[in-house]
């Protein structure tokens, strides 16, 4: 149901005042519930079609929050690169780097599902830790939210970097579902890309992306789009530079003192 203008202030106000009432001195949303839910409103739309997965709402939402006292907390941004290419000289040189070091790099194992579910929980947790608004998750309410999502993936596009047979990073790439016009291209989303925050694995990141690259290129992928990133978040740090920007979402919050 679209909410309505005049409708907004005083339900944003009823939110505020039960907050204040259990001694909360900031009010941030959208969040349900956390951040492993649905948050942010795109508060720019741009030219390209919504992706599979991307948070959509009606256009007039970010300014109910605007006009009902709340201001922009935290700004997210999704990147196209619409020529899905890959360096392989800079590929070969992270494989050499990180395979002297007895770090391999593998697919998901869709058949041990529950167990790559619970090393993906593992890294996750331990990546995420001093994210932006980051609230704790138990494994199986990560398997929860992951596992209707396996039937929809390529395995061989989800990528395990172990050390020992110890999981440190990962990279999960989603087909966009959405983009089925000859137009559009064939399309990958980069959906989450973390490693443990330990200096060794410095660089993990851009060998997990490249990889995966590569592996979509050869699967027939064209587009790649990388989203929902942080405005600080350091994955902003790893897209090429023929990357544009697509979206814009912002979260938003207001003081209850």
């Given at each position: 149901?679209v909410?309505?203008?005049?409708?907004?202030?005083?339900?944003?106000?009823?939110a505020?005042d039960?907050?204040r009432?259990?001694g909360?001195?900031?009010a941030?949303?959208?969040?349900?519930?956390?951040?492993w839910?649905?948050?942010?409103?795109?508060?720019?739309?741009g030219?390209?079609?919504?992706?599979?997965?991307e948070?959509t709402?009606?256009a007039?939402?970010?300014?109910?929050?605007?006009?009902?006292?709340?201001?922009?907390?935290?700004?997210?941004?999704?990147?196209l690169c619409?020529?899905?290419?890959?360096?392989?000289?800079?590929?070969?040189?992270?494989?050499?780097?990180?395979?002297?070091?007895?770090l391999?790099?593998?697919?998901?194992?869709?058949?041990?599902?529950?167990?790559e579910?619970e090393?993906?929980?593992a890294?996750?947790?331990?990546?995420f830790?001093?994210?932006?608004?980051?609230q704790?998750i138990s494994v199986?309410?990560?398997?929860?939210?992951?596992?209707?999502?396996i039937p929809?993936?390529?395995?061989?596009?989800?990528?395990?970097?172990?050390?020992?047979?110890?999981p440190?990073?990962?990279?999960l790439?989603?087909?966009?579902l959405?983009?089925?016009?000859?137009?559009?291209?064939k399309?990958?989303?980069?959906?989450t890309l973390?490693?443990?925050?330990?200096?060794?694995?410095?660089?993990?990141?851009s060998l997990?992306?490249?990889?995966?690259m590569?592996?979509?290129?050869?699967?027939?992928?064209?587009?790649?789009?990388?989203?929902?990133?942080?405005?600080?978040?350091?994955s902003m740090?790893?897209?090429?530079?023929?990357h544009?920007?697509?979206?814009?979402?912002?979260l938003?919050?207001?003081?209850?003192?």
């Open positions: 149901e909410i309505a203008a005049q409708e907004a202030k005083p339900l944003l106000q009823m505020c039960q907050l009432a259990h909360c001195q900031i941030i949303g959208p969040l349900s519930g956390s951040t839910h649905r948050y942010r409103l795109v508060t720019s739309l030219r390209q079609l919504p992706f599979f997965m948070p709402n009606p007039h939402y970010p300014t109910l929050f605007l006009e009902n006292g709340f201001g922009v907390l935290a700004n997210y941004y999704s990147t619409d020529r899905l290419e890959v360096d392989g000289q800079e590929l070969e040189r992270y494989r050499q780097r990180f395979n002297a070091s007895g391999q790099v593998r697919a998901l194992n869709v058949h041990d599902i529950d167990n579910l090393r993906l929980h890294v996750s947790t331990a990546s830790a001093c994210n932006f608004l980051y704790n199986e309410e990560f398997k929860a939210l992951y596992k209707p999502l929809l993936l390529d395995p061989s596009l989800v990528l395990l970097a172990e050390v020992e047979s110890q440190v990073g990962f990279v790439l989603v087909p966009d959405l983009a089925q016009s000859a137009e559009q291209g399309t990958i989303i980069v959906k973390a490693r443990l925050p330990v200096k060794r694995l410095a660089g993990l990141g997990l992306l490249l990889e995966s590569a592996r979509a290129k050869d699967c027939g992928y064209q587009r790649s789009i990388h989203a929902l990133m942080h405005e600080q978040n350091s740090n790893v897209c090429s530079t023929n544009q920007l697509i979206r814009k979402y912002s938003f919050s207001r003081s209850l003192l």
